[in-house]
């Protein structure tokens, strides 16, 4: 199955997201913020991230950004907010995101947002 990076400096969601995909089969790890975030990214090169945009540090397009210089082939993302301000979704695309999801989202959403993601289905806007 394939592995997920989340990256989120908040625990619960953390869990949450982690149990979710777990329950699906999916092998997650799990990053609590930005900085750990590259480092996990960096030495696992996971086949899907589920990034935070709010954290401490560096934020999750400063993450994006730098994720998407490591990889000549950059892995999907899936950007998750609790502020749903059209400059932070616009920001995302631009920035390489695959898809931008708002908290709450619903677990079903998520599961298939990643399936689609990870068979190759387009699902990112175009500008």
């Known amino acids: 199955m394939p592995h997920v990076l989340i990256v989120d400096d908040d625990a619960f969601i953390r869990d949450l997201i982690a149990d979710i995909l777990g329950l699906e089969g999916y092998t997650v790890r799990a990053a ?16 899907c991230v589920v990034l935070d945009v709010m954290m ?34 616009r920001e995302a695309w631009v920035g390489g995101a695959d898809f931008f999801l708002q908290k709450p ?9 990643m399936e689609s993601l990870l068979s190759d289905s387009p699902l990112r806007p175009s500008l």
Request: glycine share 8%.
């Open 56 to 89: 401490p540090g560096i934020n999750g397009f400063e993450v994006l950004r730098q994720m998407r210089c490591v990889d000549d082939l950059p892995v999907p993302v899936i950007m998750l907010t609790a502020a749903g301000e059209p400059e932070s979704e």
């Open 32 to 47: 609590v913020d930005g900085l750990a975030g590259v480092r996990e990214y960096t030495a696992l090169r996971p086949d």
């Open 105 to 113: 989202f619903e677990a079903e959403q998520l599961v298939e947002v």
